[in-house]
């Protein structure tokens, strides 16, 4: 419905574009990334890696889905042969990216995206805890056994080791881990630090809102 109305809308600006414009604009794109000295055939890449994020949300959200995702396929075709290619350097530059889409897949129990989101960050060599945490995490939803357990707490270990962007969220599932594992005093250990991680953000709201109460 509101696809239908925004159509609408665009019509009546006059807004509607056709098929050639569209392509058109593509066809200017591709020779501006020729003179900027990028690989033309990127812009294909983007549409496919879009195709693929859109079949992810309709799979989950049928009612999301943006009506777009219908001519994806004639756009690809468009522009080149549909193709698809990776840079480690485009990978590092939005690596915070990744990171972000991993923890939404995870949330919204979309494991398999959440999982190579956090894997693109980890094979390019710029992964931060929390891809870590989102592979460990997915292993322990879907899985129960010894291997998959002591995997997660490889994760969770290494995850822990890097002092990027520490979370208190590790704590909580690397205990979950070594429950499973049958260490539970290393577990305790884990959730006692969760819970001074949480005591002490607590703590530090209180004292920001106490701060802005009562002003300098």
Same mark, same amino acid.
């Given at each position: 419905? /509101?696809?239908? +109305?925004?159509?609408? +809308?665009?019509?009546?600006?006059?807004?509607? $574009?056709?098929?050639?414009?569209?392509? &058109?604009?593509?066809?200017?794109?591709?020779?501006? #990334?020729?003179? +900027?000295?990028?690989?033309?055939?990127?812009?294909?890449?983007? %549409?496919?890696?879009?195709?693929?994020?859109?079949?992810?949300i309709?799979? *989950?959200?049928?009612? @999301? @889905?943006n009506?777009?995702?219908? $001519?994806?396929?004639?756009?690809?075709?468009?522009?080149?042969?549909?193709? =698809?290619? *990776? /840079?480690?350097e485009?990978?590092?530059?939005?690596?915070?990216?990744?990171?972000?889409?991993? %923890?939404?897949?995870?949330?919204? /129990?979309?494991?398999?995206?959440?999982r190579? =989101?956090?894997?693109?960050?980890?094979? &390019?060599g710029?992964?931060?805890?929390?891809? $870590?945490?989102?592979? &460990?995490?997915?292993n #322990? !939803?879907?899985?129960? !056994?010894?291997? !998959?357990?002591?995997?997660?707490?490889?994760?969770?270990?290494?995850?822990?080791?890097?002092?990027?962007?520490? =979370?208190i969220?590790? *704590?909580?599932?690397?205990?979950?881990a070594?429950?499973? %594992?049958?260490?539970?005093?290393?577990?305790? %250990?884990?959730?006692?630090?969760?819970?001074? @991680?949480i005591?002490?953000?607590?703590?530090?709201?209180?004292?920001?809102v106490? /701060?802005? $109460?009562? @002003?300098?």
């Amino acid at each position: 419905m /509101s696809f239908a +109305i925004a159509e609408n +809308i665009n019509n009546r600006l006059g807004a509607n $574009y056709t098929r050639n414009q569209e392509l &058109a604009a593509y066809k200017c794109a591709m020779e501006l #990334l020729k003179f +900027i000295q990028v690989n033309p055939l990127s812009l294909s890449s983007v %549409l496919v890696k879009s195709q693929e994020q859109m079949r992810v949300i309709n799979k *989950h959200y049928p009612a @999301g @889905g943006n009506a777009n995702f219908l $001519y994806l396929n004639d756009r690809i075709t468009d522009v080149s042969f549909p193709t =698809s290619f *990776h /840079s480690n350097e485009f990978t590092v530059k939005v690596s915070f990216i990744n990171t972000f889409n991993a %923890l939404t897949f995870l949330a919204n /129990s979309q494991f398999e995206e959440a999982r190579k =989101s956090a894997l693109r960050n980890i094979d &390019a060599g710029v992964a931060v805890e929390d891809d $870590y945490m989102v592979l &460990a995490s997915v292993n #322990l !939803t879907l899985y129960d !056994t010894d291997e !998959t357990n002591k995997d997660a707490e490889r994760l969770l270990k290494t995850a822990k080791s890097l002092h990027i962007y520490p =979370s208190i969220r590790l *704590h909580k599932i690397h205990a979950l881990a070594l429950l499973r %594992l049958g260490k539970n005093d290393e577990a305790k %250990l884990n959730l006692e630090n969760y819970k001074k @991680g949480i005591e002490q953000q607590w703590d530090a709201g209180n004292n920001y809102v106490v /701060s802005e $109460y009562e @002003g300098p």
